[in-house]
T-cell receptor
Framework: DQQVKQNSPSLSVQEGRISILNCDYT??????FLWYKKYPAEGPTFLIS?????DKNEDGRFTVFLNKSAKHLSLHIVPSQPGDSAVYFC????????????FGKGTTLSVSS | DTGVSQNPRHKITKRGQNVTFRCDPI?????LYWYRQTLGQGPEFLTY????????KSRLLSDRFSAERPKGSFSTLEIQRTEQGDSAMYLC??????????FGSGTRLTVV
């Protein structure tokens, strides 16, 4: 069963607009969440993260929001650029030391100019 | 920091053959992870090393798979008697405690 769910396989947005990518999780033991971006034929690249003690983290055009009661997080990209077109993975980390990241299935973002 | 290096980038093999992949982590990273990614899925955890000790294996790691990390440096992942279902991208990541995961570019395996 999927502990990290990205229910939208794809998202299309126009350049300059906001992109919102969503992620839900089921395990209340997760205490750290990360977003990765992946281009074809490359490994995932870290984008932004958030600890469960926060509800928002911002880094330039990227903001991640966490709603612990709803077990939901979202990644906002403003303004979207064509170079943002990639697959975005949500990942979660349980608080046990050394445990591996658990990934969602990803959302393919296409930003058109 | 030269990043995480994986070799080969691509491997095509016949069903039933054995294959071995190599991962060179970032030198000061003591933790190393192997993941597998198939089409339409996110990376799925296979196994994890802290230094040379293999501390965790997922149920995806069947007995045809074996991983090693001699001397806590590079790691190898071997698949014996490959099957078509083994076709995937195999990703390696490394990190040190308290820091984020850095992924390599992966090895794409095609079993024909």
């Amino acid at each position: 069963d999927q502990q990290v769910k990205q229910n939208s396989p794809s998202l299309s947005v126009q350049e300059g607009r906001i992109s919102i990518l969503n992620c839900d999780y089921t395990n209340s033991m997760f205490d750290y969440f990360l977003w990765y971006k992946k281009y074809p034929a490359e490994g995932p690249t870290f984008l932004i993260s958030i600890s469960s003690i926060k509800d928002k983290n911002e880094d330039g055009r990227f903001t991640v929001f966490l709603n612990k009661s709803a077990k939901h997080l979202s990644l906002h990209i403003v303004p979207s650029q064509p170079g943002d077109s990639a697959v975005y993975f949500c990942a979660a980390l349980p608080h046990q030391a050394g445990t591996a990241l658990i990934f969602g299935k990803g959302t393919t973002l296409s930003v058109s100019s | 920091d030269t990043g995480v290096s994986q070799n080969p980038r691509h491997k095509i093999t016949k069903r039933g053959q054995n294959v071995t992949f190599r991962c060179d982590p970032i030198s000061e990273h003591n933790r190393l992870y192997w993941y597998r990614q198939t089409l339409g899925q996110g990376p799925e955890f296979l196994t994890y090393f802290q230094n040379e000790a293999q501390l965790e294996k997922s149920r995806l790691l069947s007995d045809r798979f074996s991983a090693e990390r001699p001397k806590g440096s590079f790691s190898t992942l071997e698949i014996q008697r490959t099957e078509q279902g083994d076709s995937a991208m195999y990703l390696c990541a490394s990190r040190r405690e308290g820091y984020g995961y850095t992924f390599g570019s992966g090895t794409r395996l095609t079993v024909v």
